[in-house]
T-cell receptor, first 115, second 114 residues
């Protein structure tokens, strides 16, 4: 079974609007961490935001927030006030409790911001 | 400047010709890892290392070797490359352990095996 599922291969959003990128995960561990990374067309991987499984509040970092719904095993990324520079590939990733150093990534969502 | 470097950035080779992709970090990180990125599959972990002389398999270790003789270096070795190893490879490093410690990625190495 897939550990991380991103069901939106591509998305469009109008500049200045908010957009939600979906991510669901599969684990039986109680302790795990969820990450979102951005990969612009230049190719580098940029860390955006982190949510721990025991964190009671949703993580926020500037215009990025993580909508964490533990019971549904979802960790959606919300980008508010989209900018043209947000056009990129976005990856959801998980690190499980058993082995903190094994990471699982989703297949990614390509976001295009329209002017 | 804190960074992870990889060399070479681009490589075209032929089937069976041994190659090494180097990875080095200057942040004194204990944890290092290699990934490959393929379209539609995202990133998949090949090997990771918790510290010097400590390495472990990720999800797709077949056809790859690694070594960690020094803390800062974590080379990826393809003893006999095959066309299905054509991919974009990323090295990453981090503090390691649980919590919010993220990974810092290198710029990537695009490998083509003919």
């Amino acid at each position: 079974a897939q550990k991380i599922t991103q069901t939106q291969p591509g998305m469009f959003v109008q500049e200045k609007e908010a957009v939600t990128l979906d991510c669901t995960y599969d684990t039986s561990d109680q302790s795990y961490g969820l990450f979102w990374y951005k990969q612009p067309s230049s190719g580098e991987m940029i860390f955006l935001i982190y949510q721990g499984s025991y964190d009671e509040q949703n993580a926020t970092e500037g215009r990025y927030s993580l909508n964490f719904q533990k019971a549904r095993k979802s960790a959606n990324l919300v980008i508010s006030a989209s900018q043209l520079g947000d056009s990129a590939m976005y990856f959801c990733a998980m690190r499980e409790g058993r082995d903190f150093n094994k990471f699982y990534f989703g297949s990614g969502t390509k976001l295009n911001v329209k002017p | 400047e804190a960074q992870v470097t990889q060399n070479p950035r681009y490589l075209i080779t032929v089937t069976g010709k041994k190659l090494t992709v180097t990875c080095s970090q200057n942040m004194n990180h204990e944890y290092m890892s290699w990934y490959r990125q393929d379209p539609g599959l995202g990133l998949r972990q090949i090997y990771y290392s918790m510290n010097v002389e400590v390495t472990d398999k990720g999800d797709v270790p077949e056809g790859y070797k690694v070594s960690r003789k020094e803390k800062r270096n974590f080379p990826l070795i393809l003893e006999s490359p095959s066309p299905n190893q054509t991919s974009l490879y990323f090295c990453a490093s981090g503090v390691g352990g649980g919590g919010a410690d993220t990974q810092y990625f290198g710029p990537g190495t695009r490998l083509t095996v003919l």
